[in-house]
């Protein structure tokens, strides 16, 4: 029973595709309180920051270059071991992988538009919210 904040994000890929509600309901109704949220075009400098343990792999260009090229919904989402609870909710990075009535399961085909962003660790977590709230944005 580990009170948790952790870092979701709806891609752009999702938001584009009308899939904002419909995540943010699963949300809600798993019992995640939602303590930011807002929609944005990420910055490239804070997408290369929010992915810098991806920078020397081949496809970080084209990760950022998605991440950043429409509107994302960023979460800051609150509740007992949400950062692996939410990651559970995700499913797998690779659709193809991940678990039945997972997020990414349900609602992706391809690993590079997968809809959703959850971190992956408290330390990822903390950097993430940083990155993309302010303190006084977290109610
Ligand atoms: P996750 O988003 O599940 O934390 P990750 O941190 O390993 O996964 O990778 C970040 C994102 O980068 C991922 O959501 C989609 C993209 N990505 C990962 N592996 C990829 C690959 N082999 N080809 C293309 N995109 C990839
Ligand atoms: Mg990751």
Redesign the pocket.
């Known amino acids: 029973d580990r009170m948790e904040r952790t870092f979701a994000m709806i ?1 752009p890929d999702g938001v584009r595709r009308g899939l904002t509600a419909e995540i943010l309901a699963r949300i809600q109704r798993k019992g995640y309180r939602v303590v930011g949220l807002k929609q944005m075009v990420i910055p490239r400098e804070t997408a290369e920051a929010h ?1 810098g ?2 920078k020397e ?3 970080f260009g ?2 950022v270059d998605f991440i950043t090229g429409g509107p994302v919904v960023a979460i800051a989402l609150e509740g007992e071991n949400a950062i692996a609870g939410w ?1 559970a909710m ?1 499913g ?3 659709p193809a992988n991940a678990a039945p009535g997972s997020i990414r399961a349900d609602y992706a085909t391809t ?2 538009e ?1 809809v ?3 971190s ?1 660790s408290p330390e990822s977590a903390e950097r993430e919210l940083g990155l993309f709230f302010k303190p006084e944005e977290l109610l």
């Open positions: 891609k992915y343990e991806h792999r081949p496809f084209e990760l990651r995700m797998a990075t690779n690993v590079g997968n959703t962003h959850g992956d």
